[in-house]
């Protein structure tokens, strides 16, 4: 499946790409949120499974409606574990690592972040968990997922679409990126999805990429490390992957990223 083979729909706020693998379909939701937030619904048969949730009041509402239509088995909370008046009567699936994260770690750190930078426009009660699962195969509304355990929560394998779903990857932007090490785990981790062949990498702030991206990033990701051990100051580690990359978005993951290089 080419990334960019979809049917678009344009909501009032976001819009519902669309893609469609005969069986199962993709709906990828784009926010155009404060914090550019990406949700997926995997439907097969009329029944969905959403991928993450939103956080901003609007795009609860606007995602709830579009998925009237369908009969939602169920929702994985990963890493973005804000926004509970979304579909609050769902079954929700974490592992426990990822409830954790979201309601003492450092998911909660950021939904305290953006609860003070955005107000009372963001949902910032932390959804319920129903069901904490394990790594492993799990069967939801009749769709199969493989989750995978990661160091803050839990990546998600669709293998009848051969996709997978993380966190952050975003080829043309900034991401955070916690010192050197992270970043080696990061490059393995890119590094085995290439391994895989997956068609489409999902995640929770870009929509859908894939292989070549993920080349993209590994380069990025080694070259961000040189850049680091160049410079002295967070001030110049910013100044010169701007210079490197004067396209790239994100800025404010860059100012973390920076953060964590230059403590």
Not at 79 to 84: D, E, I, M, V
Not at 122 to 145: L, N, P, W, Y
Not at 174 to 197: N, P
Request: net charge negative; hydrophobic share 40%.
């Amino acid at each position: 499946m080419n990334k960019n083979t979809f049917q678009t729909t344009k909501l009032t706020k976001g819009e519902m790409n669309v893609y469609d693998f005969g069986s199962i379909k993709l709906h990828a939701y784009k926010t155009n949120d404060f914090i550019d937030d990406e949700v997926f619904v995997v439907e097969k048969n009329g029944m969905a499974v959403v991928i993450e949730s939103p956080c901003f009041f609007d795009n609860n509402r606007e995602l709830a409606a579009y998925l009237e239509k369908f009969k939602v088995a169920g929702m994985f909370v990963a890493y973005h574990g804000a926004g509970a008046s979304f579909l609050p009567d769902v079954q929700k699936y974490a592992t426990q690592n990822a409830v954790d994260y979201s309601g003492n770690g450092g998911g909660k750190a950021l939904i305290d972040q953006f609860t003070s930078a955005f107000g009372e426009i963001f949902d910032s009660s932390v959804h319920k968990i129903t069901d904490v699962i394990e790594a492993g195969r799990i069967t939801i509304g009749g769709i199969d997922f493989v989750i995978r355990q990661t160091a803050e929560a839990f990546d998600i394998e669709i293998p009848e679409i051969n996709a997978v779903y993380t966190h952050m990857l975003g080829h043309d932007c900034h991401s955070i990126v916690a010192g050197a090490a992270h970043a080696d785990a990061m490059i393995a981790e890119l590094e085995g999805y290439i391994e895989k062949g997956y068609e489409l990498i999902l995640t929770s702030h870009y929509t859908p990429e894939d292989l070549k991206d993920a080349q993209t990033k590994i380069d990025y990701l080694k070259n961000l490390k040189k850049i680091a051990a160049s410079v002295q100051s967070a001030d110049e580690f910013k100044a010169e992957a701007n210079r490197q990359y004067p396209q790239y978005g994100g800025q404010n993951y860059l100012d973390m990223t920076a953060g964590f290089f230059f403590a």
